[in-house]
């Protein structure tokens, strides 16, 4: 059978022998047992003075006939063995990992037997199996091995042999799972000495993947391999006992801020941390930090913070190192002085204290890292409390008891946190994103209202001396935090409200003086503006800026003292045409700042009760007209023409959405519909935004599906993802999509978010009517289910509020006839074909009513679809097949349950007369 042409036959036949196969080894393990009990007592018996002859010839008959049956036994083991595994097994996918995992059991069972080269080597074989689940059976089972104490002698040369794969599958396999159970298998091998230093290292750095779950694995390894390090870190330094003899037993008292053992131990943990992010950087040398801008505009690197690789290894770290648990071990050992401990290269030094002192000081480096990870494990522990959040546990009350007790003893480090590292970007950074962990009103519970005020003053600082994207980024982030907490609104206010005022003062004097639209700027200027601009986004992402920016700075003086914010940023824009990077990167924080402002502008009209509706009808007419004329005149498809399409789409269908919202009925005091507006300067309100909404121009549609393409492709080379192919599609230039360093991870993902958020203002902009509905619609499905799940979820939304297909059905019931559609017709399907169901008895007019409406849609969209190929967004063939779609919509569908033609008019006689 295991020879046989089917498959079911094949694996059955496998699975019976692997399961006889391990009857088998049971046995003869029991008999070499049994055989081995007789052996000795038959030496026993010999060794006696007065021996029993009788006995002795039993015993030795006992252990003939026991081995005799031994082996038959592993006789039959070995054919079965040499008939299934080499054969059935290896050649059926299937059940490859049933004989790897049995394979397994008998060499644990059976050591005697299979304890050898000759079957050790299929497990090696295994290691490089294509499917994931025999790659994972395969790894369980050296694991065990490797476990077994008594047994590691024997896998020296096995582990020669394939070591370098065991470290390739932990750090590259493709199956999680996989990898995870290999960072497993090489801590065993690391405890029996095999591992080479290199390959320490290369297991370590999984501390920093990507999956939670190989983060977890490597825990175990990586924490083993820094005791090691600690033990020979405390060597160097005399001793355990001398280190703990010179640190004295102060070290147990609250108040103690000296050096302590557990400040060796993260000494040691984050020059491990250090070295390995060394070492990924000489693989990435650019590194991930760095903002990184590529001509073609498809990549950006955010300017973000030792991205949080160090906070995730820091909370999978926080279980198992009782120094990361206790996050004030950390924050007392961040503050402390370590600027005189540093003894000089090749300095020797008797005096233990001072060497302990020295061993643990702290560089710039490994400062940045240990914020990091302090961030975490202020994290895991504030998670701490939900976590253990189960009724039998703690209520809710304990939990939010917990919060505030972090918070408050947070509110002492944070200050000094800031005052120390606030000149550094990244480490200010990490320490204003310790703000945003806080319980802020645990300020007002302790009467510290000028504590708060001091904090909010440090962040307001830091915002406005640092030019670098993450502080800004933190620092907009930690104001939003503290506007959460309304029992401190005021002083957030009041703090916010300075920050404002200061920064469009330093906006107008940037300004001041200089010809806005054609002016040269040094570049010193030009990059102190770019700066004053940058956090003028930020601050309009957080809070309403309109009064600020409408109105001149009451601190500014000057010639220039009438100008407004909005209108310098809206002048900004007639410098649009450059290709001078720096210009490029102002156009750009222009763009986004005023489309923030015009979104507050728009969300508090309801609110204002004097509106200039001709001032803000200029201003968008404007601002539109300069950002039309940058993503005209942009050949390249860069950054700045990407930031233009995606600032147009949505200020057309922010303009859009707030003509129809003004432009529709309100409700009366009696609860009527009042269709005018209230006043006549409502109503011209209404009219001029309504003016402002209205669909893009063709040729602007058609740039924006170019962007749209150019981020498609790029997307789909870095994540190696074939696209369906269109007619009209232009050749891509394969040298300038398809360099290695694109399809590293990080850039991957960051292809995608650019093409996700493109997709997602094209989408509400095509369901606002501010572009071709229609044409982009069937451009954004092509490639639906091969870009991904979230550019999936993205395009889903073109469908939300679609109505059923019902017109066949009302069609029906008002006794009308129509022929079937020919792609109906194609499928056998007819009027005929359909199956005639009982009607449900209660009929509602409400499907007719948007039955018509469907209808009068329909034609419109119609009218529409014949000015398509004007756009140049479709061919002819492309015309010919969206008409048919539109045709097919109309048509039945077979499936539908269509009530007799009697019933419709016996039971719905008024419908067909409306």
Not at 93 to 122: A, H, M, N, Q
């Amino acid at each position: 059978m295991s020879s046989s042409t089917l498959r079911q036959f094949r694996h059955t036949s496998t699975i019976v022998a692997l399961e006889f196969v391990s009857c088998l080894a049971q046995i003869a393990a029991e008999a070499r047992k049994a055989n081995s009990t007789t052996n000795r007592q038959l030496e026993a018996e010999k060794k006696k003075s007065s021996r029993n002859e009788g006995r002795i010839s039993a015993l030795d008959q006992k252990l003939k006939d026991g081995e005799e049956r031994r082996e038959a036994i592993e006789t039959v083991i070995k054919d079965i063995f040499n008939m299934h595994v080499p054969i059935s097994g290896m050649m059926i996918d299937k059940i490859r990992s049933d004989c790897v995992r049995e394979l397994g059991s008998w060499i644990l069972t059976l050591p005697d037997l299979f304890f050898d080269g000759s079957y050790l080597r299929y497990l090696g074989w295994v290691l490089s199996d294509t499917t994931p689940q025999t790659r994972l059976e395969v790894v369980k089972a050296l694991t065990k091995l490797f476990k077994r104490k008594e047994s590691i002698s024997n896998l020296r040369h096995f582990t020669e042999r394939f070591r370098p794969r065991m470290v390739e599958m932990a750090a590259r396999d493709a199956d999680t799972n996989v990898r995870a159970a290999a960072a497993d298998l090489l801590d065993a091998v690391r405890e029996a000495g095999y591992l080479e230093p290199s390959d320490v290292d290369t297991v370590g750095r999984l501390l920093f993947d990507s999956e939670p779950k190989v983060r977890r694995a490597v825990v175990g390894f990586f924490v083993a391999n820094l005791k090691d390090v600690l033990q020979e870190r405390l060597g160097d330094l005399g001793g355990e006992e001398a280190v703990e003899e010179a640190l004295g037993d102060d070290t147990e008292d609250e108040n103690y801020e000296g050096p302590t053992l557990g400040w060796i131990r993260l000494k040691c943990l984050v020059e491990a941390l250090a070295s390995y992010d060394s070492q990924d950087a000489g693989d990435d040398p650019d590194g991930q930090s760095q903002v990184a801008e590529r001509s073609n505009g498809t990549v950006t690197k955010l300017g973000d913070h030792i991205e949080s690789r160090f906070s995730l290894a820091g909370g999978s770290l926080w279980e198992e190192v009782e120094e990361i648990h206790d996050w004030e071990i950390i924050a007392r050992y961040l503050l402390y002085d370590h600027s005189a401990n540093r003894l000089d290269p090749g300095a020797e030094e008797e005096d233990v204290e001072k060497r302990i002192k020295s061993a643990i000081a702290l560089d710039p480096r490994e400062e940045a890292i240990l914020l990091h990870i302090l961030n975490a494990s202020v994290a895991a522990s504030i998670d701490e409390g939900e976590r253990k959040a189960q009724p039998r546990h703690r209520t809710g009350k304990e939990i939010e008891k917990h919060y505030e007790a972090v918070s408050r003893r947070l509110t002492k480090y944070i200050p000094p946190l800031l005052k120390k590292f606030g000149p550094d970007p990244d480490a200010a950074a990490s320490v204003l994103r310790l703000e945003q962990l806080m319980k802020l009103d645990v300020f007002q519970e302790l009467r510290q209202s000028t504590a708060y005020a001091s904090l909010l003053e440090e962040i307001n600082r830091q915002f406005l001396t640092h030019a670098d994207e993450s502080v800004l980024k933190e620092a907009s982030a930690a104001i939003l935090h503290a506007k959460t907490f309304e029992e401190l609104d005021e002083v957030t206010e009041q703090k916010l409200s300075q920050l404002k005022d200061e920064t469009v003062t330093m906006l107008v004097n940037a300004v001041r003086g200089k010809n806005l639209g054609k002016g040269k700027f040094s570049d010193a200027s030009l990059t102190e503006l770019i700066n004053t601009v940058r956090r003028l986004e930020y601050i309009a992402s957080i809070t309403n800026c309109v009064e600020i920016m409408e109105e001149p700075p009451i601190a500014s003086s000057g010639p220039q003292d009438s100008l407004k914010p909005v209108e310098a940023l809206i002048e900004l824009l007639r410098r649009g045409g450059t290709s001078d990077e720096l210009e490029e990167e102002l156009i750009i924080r222009t763009m986004k700042t005023l489309e923030f402002y015009f979104m507050w502008k728009i969300s508090t009209l309801a609110d204002q009760e004097d509106i200039d509706a001709d001032q803000l009808a200029t201003r968008g007419e404007t601002v539109m007209e300069r950002i039309i004329a940058i993503t005209k005149t942009r050949k390249n498809i860069d950054a700045m023409k990407i930031t233009s399409g995606a600032a147009l789409l949505g200020l057309a269908t922010l303009f859009i959405g707030a003509g129809a919202r003004i432009s529709s009925s309100k409700p009366a005091h009696n609860g009527a519909v009042n269709d005018e507006p209230d006043t006549p300067e409502a109503s011209e309100l209404a009219t001029r935004i309504s003016a402002l909404g209205k669909k893009l121009d063709k040729s602007v549609q058609a740039d924006l599906l170019k962007i749209f393409e150019t981020l498609e492709k790029s997307f789909a080379n870095a994540a190696l993802k074939a696209l369906e192919p269109g007619e009209s599609d232009e050749p891509v230039d394969d040298d300038e999509h398809s360099s290695s360093e694109d399809r590293s991870e990080s850039n991957v993902l960051l292809h995608e978010q650019r093409l996700c958020d493109f997709t997602g203002k094209l989408v509400l902009a095509a369901l606002s009517r501010a572009i071709d509905e229609r044409v982009f619609k069937k451009r954004l499905i092509r490639n639906k289910g091969r870009l991904g799940p979230n550019f999936r979820e993205i395009v889903n939304h073109l469908d939300v509020g679609e109505k059923p297909k019902v017109a066949p059905v009302m069609r029906k019931l008002r006794g009308r006839k129509e022929e079937p559609s020919e792609a109906v017709a194609d499928e056998g399907g007819g009027d005929e074909d359909v199956e005639a169901t009982p009607r449900p008895k209660a009929a509602s007019p409400k499907p007719v009513i948007e039955d018509a409406e469907d209808e009068g849609e329909d034609e419109d969209e119609g009218e529409e679809g014949g000015e398509e190929g004007e756009l140049g967004l479709e061919e002819p063939e492309d015309q010919e097949k969206a008409a048919e779609s539109s045709d097919e919509e109309s048509e039945p569908d077979p499936e539908a349950e269509v009530p007799p033609d009697g019933d419709g008019d016996e039971e719905m006689p008024d419908i067909g007369d409306e």
